[in-house]
């Protein structure tokens, strides 16, 4: 067997090199299904391999204590792409059938997968009823297989999990009702005991936020982010950048109530260390206490709401400034703010003072002091904007004392004042 898959390699590495370019359309087309329908055909072989590795306590063996390790070691896997298969293999155990059909064509491993969860919990759901026999469970059981397996033909794995979650209306309506009403609360107690959230160590200036949430907490977590979702004029943000700006603006808001813990109720303390140039007087990139790197840009927009321990280092790295904490716009100078500004003060902006941060007009790293007249509130997505090395807007106090903004001239050739007229001040 070994032999014939070593040549099966050799044969698939040989195609996969071959050019493309006189395949006709429809040639392109049916390979692109054949070689995914051989992806599934190997990866079910996997699974049986892995199946079989553990029924021989090969981890074990080897020094491992678990499956997922082991595996990773073998074939050299990322931790995630790991337990997909170790998932997969546990998940198909004991389905011959569903693992014939992935061969033959007729499922993807997705929907196979799928099935197979819907199956293993109809014996444990239907023994609740007291007037079904076991050979009346297995009937049921039987005909979800071959009704969710007919379904996979048009529908997808994610909306054949739907079939499953109500199949009995299907293959037995007059036990739906009261099935539902037992799986909704199994559901939820086993989304409460699973419930998790991760964040990753950073990766090229990104930090994986992953987790899984039961429907009602889901449910006031989108309630929270929603109002906060709305794309805004010339808003070139996906979703999914609004989603992730909204959620660090809700816990922003929370930061500042006096709510929370009392080491988490206003902005983190940040120690960053900062590369000086004396010669050119220029910040270089920072970092911070736990070891991340910052640019000169982000530092100082973090500086304007965020209490910083500057240590600035000079090129042979000898400090020149340490200890210095800067006093944050809290009290009776926030809500001075509050009043003066009203929300944030960019151009059109709507959002209110609790959505925003205390701007340093003069940054304070430059010498700028935390006063009154040399503060302005911004959103987070205009604050990113003011800090932004490119984006050529700049912030300054009119006459009256008040926030205005000079555009760039890309934006305005004339480079004419601009205030926010939404907010009402007095």
């Known amino acids: 067997m070994l032999v014939e898959m070593e040549q099966l390699n050799e044969e698939a590495a040989k195609l996969a090199a071959a050019p493309l370019w006189p395949l006709t359309d429809d040639e392109l087309t049916g390979l692109l299904r054949t070689t995914h329908h051989l992806q599934q055909v190997v990866t079910t072989l996997q699974a049986r391999l892995i199946r079989q590795a553990d029924t021989r306590a090969l981890p074990a063996a080897g020094g491992h204590r678990t499956l997922t390790g082991w595996l990773r070691t073998v074939v050299r896997l990322d931790p995630q792409p790991a337990r997909e298969l170790t998932d997969l293999a546990a998940a198909l155990a004991h389905q011959p059938s569903l693992e014939q059909a992935v061969l033959d064509g007729h499922l993807d491993l997705r929907q196979a997968a799928v099935i197979a969860e819907t199956l293993r919990g109809l014996p444990a759901d239907l023994a609740e ?107 070139d943000r996906t979703k999914a950048q609004r989603r992730a700006d909204a959620l660090v603006d809700v816990c922003r808001l929370a930061l500042r109530t006096a709510d929370l813990p009392e080491d988490g109720g206003e902005p983190p303390q940040l120690a960053v260390t900062v590369a000086f140039d004396p010669l050119t007087r220029a910040l270089g990139a920072a970092t911070t206490d736990t070891g991340n790197r910052l640019s000169p840009e982000t530092a100082r927009r973090l500086a304007c709401d965020a209490r910083i321990l500057p240590v600035v280092l000079g090129g042979a790295g000898q400090i020149l400034d340490a200890g210095r904490t800067r006093r944050l716009a809290g009290g009776t100078l926030r809500r001075a703010l509050h009043v003066r500004d009203g929300g944030c003060v960019f151009p059109h902006c709507d959002r209110p003072p609790r959505w925003t941060d205390a701007h340093h007009i003069v940054s304070w790293l430059d010498g700028g002091p935390t006063a009154l007249d040399n503060l302005a509130l911004l959103c987070r997505e205009h604050h990113r904007l003011v800090h932004h090395p490119t984006a050529g807007w700049q912030i300054r106090l009119g006459p009256d004392r008040k926030p205005e903004f000079i555009p760039p001239p890309a934006v305005d050739a004339t480079r004419r004042p601009r205030r926010n007229v939404y907010h009402r001040r007095e």
């Not at 076991?134 to 071959?146: L, M």
């Not at 739907?162 to 609360?185: D, K, N, T």
């Not at 559901?187 to 200036?205: F, H, I, N, W, Y």
């Open 129 to 235: 009823f007291d007037d079904v026999t076991p050979a009346e469970a297995g009937d049921i059981a039987e005909q979800a297989r071959a009704t969710m397996t007919e379904m996979a033909a048009q529908l997808p794995a994610f909306q054949l999990r739907r079939v499953g979650e109500r199949i009995l209306a299907h293959v037995a309506p007059h036990l739906a009702e009261q099935f539902e009403q037992a799986a909704l609360a199994r559901q939820e107690a086993r989304a409460r005991a699973k419930r998790g959230v991760t964040l990753s160590l950073p990766v090229d200036g990104l930090v994986r936020l992953s987790g899984v949430l039961g429907a009602e907490d889901a449910a006031t977590v989108q309630a929270a982010l929603h109002p906060l979702c709305a794309p805004t004029p010339g808003d």
